[in-house]
């Protein structure tokens, strides 16, 4: 039961262009949620959280977006930079899951083009 | 500034053989996770400890894996007899407490191949 999903395994995009990555849950118990950025052969680096009491969240060029409605969020890299070639990870928590573990999507890797 | 270290890099074993994977939390961090992350998937919660004690192990698989955070020295995760399914990258993070920080710090991870 893949309760965290994001549907689009690679993106490309054009340096200088907003990258938009997405990322559906199913559960509604969860309160918190995080993007990571993962280099190959490098663990994670934490890169934006947002809280379900918020629905917008910015950090320089990274904005998140969620909407609990649709149990959607959304992570906005503008401008894109070929530095951002990374796979990104959403990640949940909160409910039965409780506040240290988190549920991980399976992750996109974006190409950002020179 | 030394942050999550964890050793070796990349293990190979071959099928029956036991693995040993080593995590050093970053210093002042009592609170160490391991999450396997297998080919082509996200990672997946195995184990939570803090020193010397064992909080939530309720992702990990019920035999032939263990693992411990002892009073001195790293956070083991130990494989016994290890089969070609263990074959994934084991990531190991730590926190300085319980509860929601800006995530954990996750180590470079050890990537398990078993032959």
């Known amino acids: 039961d893949q309760q965290v999903k994001q549907n689009s395994p690679s993106l490309s995009v054009q340096e200088g262009r907003i990258s938009i990555l997405n990322c559906d849950y199913t559960?509604?118990?969860?309160?918190?949620f995080l993007w990571y950025k993962k280099y190959p052969a490098e663990g994670p680096t934490f890169l934006i959280s947002?809280?379900?009491?918020?629905d917008k969240n910015e950090d320089g060029r990274f904005t998140v977006f969620l909407n609990k409605s649709a149990k959607h969020l959304s992570l906005h890299i503008v401008p894109s930079q070929p530095g951002d070639s990374a796979v990104y990870f959403c990640a949940a928590n909160g409910g039965a899951s409780g506040t240290y573990k988190y549920i991980f999507g399976t992750g996109t890797r974006l190409k950002v083009l020179a | 500034n030394a942050g999550v270290m964890q050793n070796p890099r990349h293990l190979v074993r071959r099928r029956g053989q036991e693995a040993r994977l080593r995590c050093s939390p970053m210093?002042?961090?009592?609170?160490v996770y391991w999450y396997r992350q297998l080919p082509e998937e996200g990672l997946k919660f195995m184990v939570y400890?803090?020193?010397?004690?064992?909080?939530?192990e309720s992702g990990m698989p019920k035999e032939r894996f263990s693992a411990e955070f002892p009073k001195e020295g790293p956070s083991i995760l130990r494989i016994q007899q290890v089969v070609r399914g263990d074959s994934a990258a084991y990531f190991c993070a730590s926190s300085p407490a319980q509860g929601r920080t800006e995530g954990y710090t996750f180590g470079s991870g050890t990537r398990l191949t078993v032959v």
């Open positions: 210093k002042g961090h009592s609170h």
């Open positions: 400890l803090q020193k010397e004690n064992i909080i939530d």
């Open positions: 947002i809280s379900s009491i918020k």
């Open positions: 559960n509604s118990m969860f309160d918190y």
